[in-house]
T-cell receptor
Framework: QKEVEQDPGPLSVPEGAIVSLNCTYS??????FMWYRQYSRKGPELLMY????GNKEDGRFTAQVDKSSKYISLFIRDSQPSDSATYLC???????????FGQGTRLTINP | GAVVSQHPSWVICKSGTSVKIECRSL??????MFWYRQFPKQSLMLMAT?????????EQGVEKDKFLINHASLTLSTLTVTSAHPEDSSFYIC?????????FGPGTRLTVL
């Protein structure tokens, strides 16, 4: 079993839809949770980061962490074609150097 | 957020030659940088952790004599692919850590003919 599981998709939705991207993890000691967006042939861009359980909102993006269920989500409201990318979840232990990544979900927003 | 640059953005070389890729933190100092490799439609694969002033720590299965890493200053780490072969063709990405967040460079596409 992988430490972090993420549905690779691909996921295709119409413009304006609400998108839900999810990751589950097995290590209950993970403390920091991040979402990255990666466009084709580019480096990943940090979108959202959270520490511990709860919600964090930034514009059209909401990151949610449920540590009791070992489940994190990224919601995208009013999705735009420019949101089409691969989304990677990542997490780490407190004091750890390395991030553990999910496999990435390929998302396409259709105009 | 913190800015990380990479140079070159793409490189084509002949088999048997060596290629050096630079990774710079532009607006912060990075004691630790990371080098990743990514194949098409796959996630990131960590190759090594680069620590300023000390030897890099390589992940299992990564040949340290083939992928030479040098982190000579707090803003620069380099990855040299020695005696490159076509199977080394890939997308190489570096990153740097700021507290618990990791910021990535734009990546370098290496094609070995």
């Amino acid at each position: 079993q992988k430490e972090v599981e993420q549905d690779p998709g691909p996921l295709s939705v119409p413009e304006g839809a609400i998108v839900s991207l999810n990751c589950t993890y097995s290590n209950s000691a993970f403390q920091y949770f991040m979402w990255y967006r990666q466009y084709s042939r580019k480096g990943p861009e940090l979108l959202m980061y959270t520490y511990s359980s709860g919600n964090k909102e930034d514009g059209r993006f909401t990151a949610q962490v449920d540590k009791s269920s070992k489940y994190i989500s990224l919601f995208i409201r009013d999705s735009q074609p420019s949101d089409s990318a691969t989304y990677l979840c990542a997490m780490s232990l407190q004091g750890a150097q390395k991030l553990v990544f999910g496999q990435g979900t390929r998302l396409t927003i259709n105009p | 957020g913190a800015v990380v640059s990479q140079h070159p953005s793409w490189v084509i070389c002949k088999s048997g030659t060596s290629v050096k890729i630079e990774c710079r933190s532009l607006d912060f100092q990075a004691t630790t940088m990371f080098w990743y490799r990514q194949f098409p439609k796959q996630s990131l694969m960590l190759m090594a952790t680069s620590n300023e002033g000390s030897k890099a720590t390589y992940e299992q299965g990564v040949e340290k004599d083939k992928f030479l890493i040098n982190h000579a200053s707090l803003t620069l780490s380099t990855l040299t692919v020695t005696s490159a072969h076509p199977e080394d063709s890939s997308f190489y990405i570096c990153s740097a850590r700021v507290d618990f967040r990791e910021f990535f460079g734009p990546g370098t596409r290496l094609t070995v003919l």
